[in-house]
């Protein structure tokens, strides 16, 4: 049985958004580092998406080099979604049924639907979608000083 209720937050989210209470900071949480070096043996199309979560969203620091497999595989899930959508667009919601040639659904709506599921789940892994990043001021990781965060968060409060 897996663990139950919404995915941890990470540390680093935390501390960006705030966080002030030491019980609920993991100083001990792993700190992978460095941007993740593009995959060798990736498409074209699937390269495009790469460079552009890179350019958009490489500085904040949240992407780390740890998390390259799962930006691949987010990349070519957002080309695969991409490709089988246009494919679905092209012929419609309809088709003729192998065996008795009837009218049924595409298809391309299951692989559309298999995809985009994906991409919202390495998305959210990621912190690539508006709710994942919420309350994240996009400080760059090295300047993140969790003793300032504290002594801000007291000031606020006290």
């Known amino acids: ?26 100083r001990a949480e792993p700190e992978p580092g460095g941007s993740p070096h593009m995959p060798p043996g990736m498409s074209d199309a699937s390269k495009r998406v790469w460079r552009r979560i890179i350019r958009d969203y490489g500085r904040t620091g949240v992407i780390t080099a ?19 959508d246009t494919a679905l667009q092209a012929s419609g919601p309809l088709s003729r049924g192998a065996r008795h ?29 508006p709710s994942s990043r919420s309350g994240v001021a996009g400080t760059p990781r090295a ?16």
């Open 101 to 129: 040639g009837d009218v049924v659904r595409n298809p391309l709506h299951q692989i559309v639907r298999d995809n985009a599921t994906l991409v919202r789940g390495f998305a959210r892994e990621l912190g690539l979608t």
């Open 66 to 84: 740890a998390d390259a497999d799962v930006l691949r595989a987010y990349c070519d899930a957002v080309v695969r979604y991409v490709q089988a």
């Open 143 to 158: 300047e993140i000083d969790p003793m300032e965060v504290f002594l801000r968060g007291r000031r606020r409060t006290g």
């Open 1 to 26: 049985m897996g663990s139950r209720g919404p995915a941890p937050t990470p540390t680093k989210l935390k501390l960006l958004r705030g966080e002030t209470r030491a019980s609920r900071v993991n």
